[in-house]
Structure formats: structure tokens, C-alpha cells
């Protein structure tokens, strides 16, 4: 018998990869590694729209997660721009090296 | 589509995969080994290796041909649904609004690519 | 998209018909923005090397002109129902932010060419990046789709973050760049999971549909799991908000970067972003999340009593931490917090019955008199310092105001403001948040509405200290460091900072027609339920005769347009 996956199986991975990255951006320091889950992030939206708009016979999640997919381009453009000019700086894309703005 | 009619295909990946990996398991094991320090270098063209491979690092360059890549290739997940949708929309006599849109879309990336030219971000050096 | 479907009754997905001839005035406001900033892009690109980059602000400022003349058009022709396939508004509402940020947008930079000479840094993506976000900031305000939302919150932001790294050979900007980039795109990253858990249990995007088939499932309690989604959802999207417009739990950002920026992007980003997100936020609210359950109010649990302790929490901690400040810079980073949450009372008075929902014209005013205050005061210290440097701490604007008379006038002007002294326009604004919060708790009962109103009128009175702290350092202490700070004497800067002055000063005296036209813009609010539908109907000359009572007994003031609604 074939596994058949179901709306609750697209869901679970597309809230775990969600937390996943929602953790990883609050434990690491990395900026790249930041960065890296935010797109994860940015990701398991995608699939959740993806997932309700097959469900729901309706395309407004696909082109919902088209624009997810260029913003998230644009994003890692001016992130990475804004990541290598800090790298100059500093030596370093650890995000708690960046301490001379006080907190 | 069910997931079972992708079934032929994940039997081609499966078989594949087996045959590949049987294949450098077999040589891996009963092939004649000779090791010599030359042969464990890192092969750069004949010439001695300089500095190991762990520190090569990257010029800015390649981040710069990346992004624009990236940028100018997203366009693509835009265009085609424009380009599938295109037949559907000219026989209901929207070819020229669904063609003025795109245009419009595609006037903006050009001024984006002139402003890249010009500053120099498809300059290699 | 949905909308048009139905509209036209077709059944087939991916076609698309085009909008009629009158939907494509939604789009003006916004596209006349990105057409400026494109056309800044090519003149920057064929700009002569060696030469100064005024034109380019010249050229943005005319732009944001055209802008707002463009919202005054339009003023009268709004459309009562989504337009663009149900993407967008045209409505007095969306007209009235997109006017604002036009402005803030238009006056920040034409203080920008006198900074760059300044700063040395004199280069032409200042004007796009700034021009791009107006641009996204009035689109946010027209949303009518959380898609629209979405592209238009990035739109406004993504240059917001290069904007605050401007400055290439000050760490600072880098650090300040990185922070705010990392912190925006995760709550971007937030605000989207909440949309697809919106989208996955109403099936569309399109906020007056969300609103419809949130109270249908609500009501019916057909999907049980389902309610844990719509809060999750609406927490996320109410999130992703709170972090653009820096409202307490998601304000950590703020300081660092207001501080690491360049001060009249500063001004431009506390004002336009905030504007923007304060649109849409409305839209959101009243429009898709409407259903009494998840309005909440008088200790439910809904937005309203969320909005109510993030109001609470801002003003507090806003206002309190600014006092410790030795950065006027990062003094006004918490005092834009302490803004927020005054905002935010105009809100949770406003949402907290659909009757009161009229009560949101005080929010707009404030939006009007706070932009215009900040983005002068944030103008003054870009207009103060020399090469490499401005003008950053108390120390360094030491008795600058005897010094420079101009500036010092100025920037008495805007702390007055900022701190709700009369007769200036942020005096009006408090005035009218505070009695909307008033009224509604005296009309409700509810104490904790006249609480959280002592609340801001403290937290306002110890504001004030801090304002005035700006002001006896300029006029009343020694300068320390003489020969150090010069000022700018570029007119377009004296061009900026005067109107500025003027519009806070004119909306302190004579807030008649801004009070109108912000009314105007609260009845004209589409896509509101039936229930406020009907408010606005007949409460709009209602609430209009209150205000005009409270005018007359004040002052005489010229009176507005009779109201459409």
C-alpha cells in the first residue's frame, strides 16, 4: 500500500521547518547562518501556501508564494550586501561582535 | 496526480542509485590501490599545489555575478505563468493588456539592469 | 483575485481581465513614486562624475509634489469598493497616508544634498532608495489584499535597510544596517507564516473576504483546530506590524539603528515606515480581523486588549528609557517608541466597539503632526556639523542655538511639538487621542480606558523633560567644543525645516482642515463591515459637530469642506 500524505502531513513539516528556523535565528550568531534560516523560514511559507492552495483548489497561495519567493530574492541580495559590508568592518559576521551600538 | 503515478520514476531513482553505488563499492574495494604523496595532492592542473584548499577564498566577484543572477533570474517564475497563461488571455481579447503588463514588468528590470551596467556590476575587473 | 472572479462570474483560474479605465487612479499616488525613483535611477546613472547631486533631490522633491497634488485630485473620486482585482483601495484613507509619506519623503530629502556635503558622501541612491520606499509605503496604505500588504511592506522596507548602512565608512551604519536586516526579515518571516495560516483557513487573501469567512468559521465552530490557527495567525500578522511601527515587545532595533543611520534617512524612516505599517495595520484590523471574538476589548482577548498593553508598555518604557539618554539621536529612537504608543491608545480607543471606530481620525492627525515634527528635528541635526560628522549628543549642540538662531528656532519648534506644548501641532494631536481614549471609557465605564489616558498624560509630562532638556542645552549651556559644528547653509535644507516648522505650527493653531481632511479620510474608509459601515454614515457629521463644539469654545478656526459621507 502507498503512503498517502495528507494535509496534516504538509502542515507538521511546514511548521517544523518554520521552528526550525525560527530557532535557529535565535540561538546562532552566525549572520550567515542567520540568514540561512530566515530564508528556511521563508521557505516552509511557502509550502504551507502551497499546501492550502492545492487543498482549496485555488491559486491564490501559488502566486501568493511566487512573491514570497522574489521578495526572499531580493532580501538575500541586500542581506548579503549588508552581511559582507559589516565582514569589511569588522573581520567577522558574528552578529554579538557588533557591540558598538550599545543595546 | 496521486503520488503513486511518480511511482516509475522513484523506481529509475532507486535503480540508479544502486547501480552507482554498487559500481564504486566494487571498485572501491577490489581495485588495485597504490598511494603515493603525489597522487594525494590536490590536482591543480599538473603544477604544484600552493596553499591548502580549506583556505581558498573566494573573490567578491563571483558574489556579485551571483546576486545579479539571482535577481534577473527570478524574473522567470513571473514570466512563465504569463507566457503559459498567454494563448488563454489573447483569445479573450486581453492579449494587449496582458502584454502591456508584462512590458511594464520587464521596463523596470531594464532600468535595473542599465543602473548595474553602468555602475560597473558586470565588470569582471 | 477572488473578488474580480466573482465579480464576473468566470470560472476559469489564471485569466485575467483587465480593470476598467477609472481602477487605474488607485494606482497614481503610488506609481507617480516609482516612476520618480526610476527616473532618479537613470539621471544618477548618466550623472557627470565631479559634479553635486543637488538636482537629484530637486528633481524627488518636485516628484513627491506631483505626489501629493495628485492625492488632492484624486481627493474626490474615490471608488467604494477593492479595485485591481480586489488588490487595491482608492479611498480618502489610502490618499491621506499616501499624501503624508509623499511629504515626509519630499522634505527629508531635500535635506539631504547639504548632509552628503557634509558627509562626503555624495551619491545618488540616497534619492531612489528613499523614493522606492514612499513608494511602498503608499502602496501599503491602498492594500486591500494581504498579498498587496506583503510586497508593499517590503517594497517599503528593503531599502530602509541599505538606507541605514549608508554611510560606508562609519562601522556604525554597517552594524546598524545588519541588526535592523536581520531583525526586519525575521519578523517579515513571522508575519508571513501568519498570512498562510490566515490564507489556510479563509481560503483567500483578499481582507474583506478574510473578515467575512473568519466570523462564518468563528461562528459556526465548524473547524475546532481551526481557532488555534486564527489566533496564531492574527498574533503573527499583529507582530510583524508591531516591529515596523517599534511598538514595546518588538522594539529592541530601534535605537541602534536610529543611531547608526544617517539622520535624515532616520527622519524618514521614523515617519514614513511608521506611517505605512500604521495603514495597513488599520486596514488589517478593521477590515479583516473585525469579528467581535477577535477584537476582544474590556478584558476579552483579542487585538484590542494586545494593542492595549503594547500601548501601555511603549509609553512607559518609551518615555522613561529616553530620559537616561546622552544621544539626542537615540533620545528620539525611544521617544519615536513612546509615539507608537500613544498611537496605539488612538487605536484601542477607536477599536474597541465598531461604534467608536471614528475615533481613528485622531490617529491620523497624530500620524500628520508626529511625521512632521520628527522628520524636522531629525532635519536640525542633520543641518548641524561639519566634514565627516554631524551633531549627535547634548554635548555637541551646546549652545549652538544662540549660535545659529535659525536652526535653534527650528528645533525649539519640534520638541514643542514632540512634546505636546501648545500651540503646536503635537499639542492638537495628544488633545484628541487622549479625549478619544476619555470619551470612550467614560461612554464604556471601563476604567481601565481613563487609566491607560492618566497613563499617557503622564508619561507625555515626563516627556516633555526630555524635549526640553534638547533646548536649555542649545540655548543655556556653553558651547564646549567652539569651532567644532558648523551649519549647512544650503537653502533647499532652510526650505525643508521651514515648511516643516510651518506645517506643525499651522496644524497647532488652525488644526480645522487637517482635523477635516483626517475625518474625511477615517468616513471614507473602505471595506469596514456593516455594522461601521453605518457608523460612518451617520456618525460622520455627528462626530463633526462634537469636535466643531470643542473648536468654538477653544477658538474660532476657519471651517473644512462639508463631508462627503
Not at chain 3, 436 to 447: L, S
Not at chain 3, 486 to 492: C, H, L, R, V, W
Amino acid at each position: 500500500m502507498m503512503f498517502e500524505p495528507t494535509l496534516f502531513h504538509y502542515l507538521t513539516l511546514a511548521a517544523m521547518t518554520f521552528c526550525i528556523g525560527v530557532f535557529g535565528v535565535l540561538v546562532r550568531r552566525n549572520a550567515i547562518t542567520l540568514f540561512m534560516c530566515i530564508e528556511l523560514m521563508l521557505n516552509s511559507v511557502n509550502l504551507t501556501f502551497i499546501t492550502f492552495s492545492k487543498y482549496r483548489v485555488d491559486m491564490d497561495g501559488h502566486i501568493f508564494s511566487f512573491f514570497v519567493m522574489a521578495v526572499a530574492a531580493a532580501e538575500a541580495a541586500v542581506g548579503l550586501a549588508i552581511i559582507l559590508h559589516v565582514f569589511r568592518h569588522k573581520r567577522s559576521v558574528n552578529v554579538d561582535e557588533a557591540n558598538r551600538l550599545k543595546l | 496526480m496521486q503520488i503513486a503515478d511518480y511511482s516509475a520514476l522513484m523506481i529509475f531513482l532507486v535503480i540508479a542509485l544502486v547501480v552507482a553505488g554498487v559500481i564504486t563499492l566494487l571498485a572501491n574495494q577490489f581495485g588495485p590501490k597504490n598511494r603515493t604523496r603525489q597522487k594525494a595532492m590536490p590536482y591543480e592542473a599538473g603544477s604544484d599545489p600552493i596553499g591548502s584548499p580549506k583556505q581558498t577564498r573566494f573573490s567578491v566577484k563571483f558574489y556579485m555575478i551571483a546576486i545579479s543572477f539571482i535577481l534577473f533570474d527570478l524574473e522567470t517564475i513571473f514570466v512563465i505563468p504569463w507566457a503559459v497563461a498567454w494563448k488563454q488571455n489573447d483569445v479573450m481579447g486581453h492579449g494587449l493588456y496582458a502584454f502591456g503588463v508584462m512590458f511594464v514588468f520587464v521596463s523596470i528590470l531594464t532600468i535595473g539592469l542599465v543602473y548595474e551596467w553602468k555602475q560597473g556590476g558586470l565588470e569582471w575587473d | 483575485m477572488l473578488h474580480a472572479l466573482m465579480q464576473t462570474g468566470f470560472p476559469l483560474l489564471g485569466l485575467l481581465t483587465p480593470p476598467s479605465g477609472a481602477e487605474y487612479a488607485a494606482l497614481i499616488p503610488g506609481a507617480i513614486a516609482a516612476l520618480v525613483a526610476m527616473l532618479v535611477v537613470l539621471v544618477d546613472t548618466f550623472h557627470r562624475p565631479g559634479t553635486r547631486r543637488d538636482y537629484l533631490a530637486y528633481i524627488s522633491a518636485v516628484g513627491m509634489g506631483v505626489v501629493v497634488l495628485s492625492c488632492w485630485a484624486l481627493w474626490d473620486s474615490t471608488i467604494d469598493r477593492p479595485v485591481f482585482h480586489g488588490m487595491l483601495y482608492l479611498d480618502k484613507f489610502g490618499l491621506f497616508f499616501a499624501a503624508l509619506a509623499a511629504a515626509a519623503g519630499g522634505l527629508a530629502l531635500l535635506q539631504v544634498p547639504a548632509y552628503m556635503n557634509f558627509q562626503r558622501m555624495d551619491r545618488g541612491e540616497f534619492y531612489m532608495l528613499v523614493l522606492f520606499s514612499v513608494s511602498g509605503a503608499i502602496f501599503m496604505a491602498n492594500a486591500a489584499d494581504l498579498l498587496t500588504v506583503f510586497i508593499a511592506l517590503e517594497l517599503m522596507s528593503i531599502p530602509v535597510y541599505c538606507l541605514a548602512g549608508y554611510m560606508r565608512r562609519d562601522g556604525r551604519g554597517a552594524e546598524a544596517a545588519m541588526k535592523y536586516f536581520v531583525l526586519g526579515a525575521f519578523s517579515a518571516g513571522l508575519m508571513l507564516y501568519g498570512m498562510a495560516l490566515i490564507y489556510g483557513v479563509t481560503g483567500t487573501t483578499n481582507l474583506e473576504y478574510i473578515g467575512i469567512n473568519l466570523s462564518r468559521v468563528i461562528e459556526t465552530g465548524a473547524v475546532e483546530t481551526g481557532f488555534g490557527m486564527i489566533v496564531l495567525g492574527v498574533l503573527l500578522v499583529l507582530s510583524g506590524f508591531a516591529f515596523k511601527i517599534a511598538a514595546v515587545p518588538f522594539h529592541i532595533w530601534t535605537p541602534d539603528v536610529y543611531t547608526g543611520s544617517p539622520s535624515p534617512g532616520v527622519g524618514f524612516m521614523s515617519t514614513v515606515v511608521k506611517a505605512g505599517a500604521f495603514a495597513a495595520m488599520l486596514r488589517v484590523l478593521f477590515v479583516a480581523f473585525e469579528d467581535p471574538m477577535l477584537r476582544g476589548g474590556f478584558y476579552g482577548t483579542g487585538w484590542v486588549d494586545v494593542l492595549f498593553f503594547m500601548s501601555a508598555a511603549s509609553m512607559v518604557l518609551g518615555n522613561t528609557v529616553a530620559i537616561m539618554q546622552d544621544n539626542i539621536k537615540r533620545m528620539l529612537a525611544y521617544s519615536s517608541i513612546a509615539h507608537a504608543g500613544y498611537i496605539l491608545l488612538g487605536i484601542v480607543a477607536a477599536g474597541a466597539r465598531p461604534e467608536y471606530f471614528l475615533f481613528n481620525d485622531a490617529v491620523l492627525f497624530y500620524l500628520a503632526s508626529y511625521t512632521f515634527g520628527t522628520v524636522g528635528a531629525f532635519g536640525v541635526l542633520s543641518y548641524l556639523g561639519r566634514k565627516g560628522t554631524t551633531v549627535e549628543t547634548y554635548e555637541d549642540i551646546a549652545g549652538l542655538g544662540l549660535k545659529y538662531p535659525f536652526a535653534g528656532l527650528m528645533m525649539g519648534v519640534f520638541m514643542f511639538s514632540s512634546a505636546g506644548i501648545p500651540p503646536t501641532a503635537g499639542f492638537v494631536g495628544k488633545l484628541y487621542i487622549f479625549r478619544a481614549a476619555v470619551d470612550v471609557g467614560v461612554q464604556t465605564g471601563e476604567f481601565a480606558f481613563i487609566g491607560l489616558s492618566v497613563l499617557a498624560v503622564l508619561t507625555s509630562v515626563a516627556g516633555a523633560y526630555y524635549y526640553l532638556r534638547v533646548l536649555v542645552c542649545m540655548y543655556m549651556k556653553e558651547p564646549t567644543r567652539d569651532d567644532w559644528v558648523e551649519a549647512s547653509e544650503s537653502k533647499s535644507a532652510r526650505l525643508s525645516l521651514g515648511i516643516c516648522a510651518a506645517l506643525t505650527l499651522a496644524l497647532g493653531i488652525l488644526p480645522a482642515t487637517m482635523l477635516e481632511l483626517s475625518r474625511e479620510g477615517v468616513v471614507d474608509f473602505q471595506g469596514v463591515p456593516a455594522s461601521v459601515r453605518e457608523v460612518q454614515r451617520e456618525g460622520g457629521e455627528q462626530l463633526k459637530q462634537i469636535r466643531d463644539a470643542a473648536e468654538r469654545s477653544r477658538e474660532p478656526a476657519p471651517k473644512g469642506e462639508v463631508p462627503q459621507g
